[in-house]
């Protein structure tokens, strides 16, 4: 089992719908969870990090976290073909400093 | 503030060459990471370094690769000699020790003929 799992896609959305990306990870004990965000041929870039079960809202991004399930989610209100790219999952185990990735998500909103 | 900056953004080299890839992280940044990317392994992360001291080389694949980081402000990843398997995105990251927000540089594009 892969530390953190993503879905490769592509997910492909028509613009203005809600891209749902999700993540599941095998340490329990894991405290902390980030989404990047990598265009192609770029560098990846924070766009949302969680620390607590529930949601945490930053404009049109929701994290959603569930650690009884390990998973966490991020959800794009009103896509927009300037959304599409790569999403990468990231999740740093309790006691460490390591930040392990998943391999990505890649979206595509459709105009 | 000009960001992690790396260098060179694309090295093509052949088989058994000594490849240098160089990093300067932000200015007070007190963490430094390497990671490597492939499209089957995604980002892999090869050494950690904090105040200068490499804490863990365990995701360094082999002998055939090194890193240093000299002082606060240079870094470098060497592989000697260099494999087409080599061939990969690698990036550089720093991160201050007051939050968890990684900064990564532009990227090496290496490949290895």
């Known amino acids: 089992q892969k530390e953190v799992e993503q879905n490769s896609g592509p997910l492909s959305v028509p613009e203005g719908a809600i891209a749902s990306l999700n993540c599941t990870y095998s340490?329990?004990?894991?405290?902390?969870f980030f989404w990047y965000r990598q265009y192609s041929g770029k560098s990846p870039e924070l766009i949302m990090f969680i620390y607590s079960n529930g949601d945490k809202e930053d404009g049109r991004f929701t994290a959603q976290l569930n650690k009884a399930s390990q998973y966490v989610s991020l959800l794009i209100r009103d896509s927009q073909p300037s959304d599409s790219a790569t999403y990468l999952c990231?999740?740093?185990?309790?006691?460490?400093?390591?930040?392990?990735f998943g391999t990505g998500t890649r979206l595509k909103v459709l105009a | 503030d000009a960001g992690v900056i790396q260098s060179p953004r694309h090295e093509v080299t052949e088989m058994g060459q000594e490849v240098t890839l160089r990093c300067k992280p932000i200015s007070g940044h007190n963490s430094l990471f390497w990671y490597r990317q492939t499209m089957m392994r995604g980002l892999e992360l090869l050494i950690y370094?904090?105040?200068?001291?490499?804490?863990?080389d365990s995701g360094m694949p082999e002998d055939r690769f090194s890193a240093k980081m000299p002082n606060a402000s240079f870094s470098t990843l060497k592989i000697q000699p260099s494999e087409p398997r080599d061939s990969a995105v690698y990036f550089c990251?720093?991160?201050?020790?007051?939050?968890?927000?990684?900064?990564f540089g532009s990227g090496t594009q290496l490949s290895v003929l």
């Open positions: 990251a720093s991160q201050t020790g007051e939050n968890e927000k990684l900064f």
């Open positions: 340490d329990r004990g894991s405290q902390s």
């Open positions: 370094f904090n105040n200068n001291v490499p804490i863990d």
């Open positions: 990231a999740v740093r185990p309790s006691g460490t400093y390591k930040y392990i």
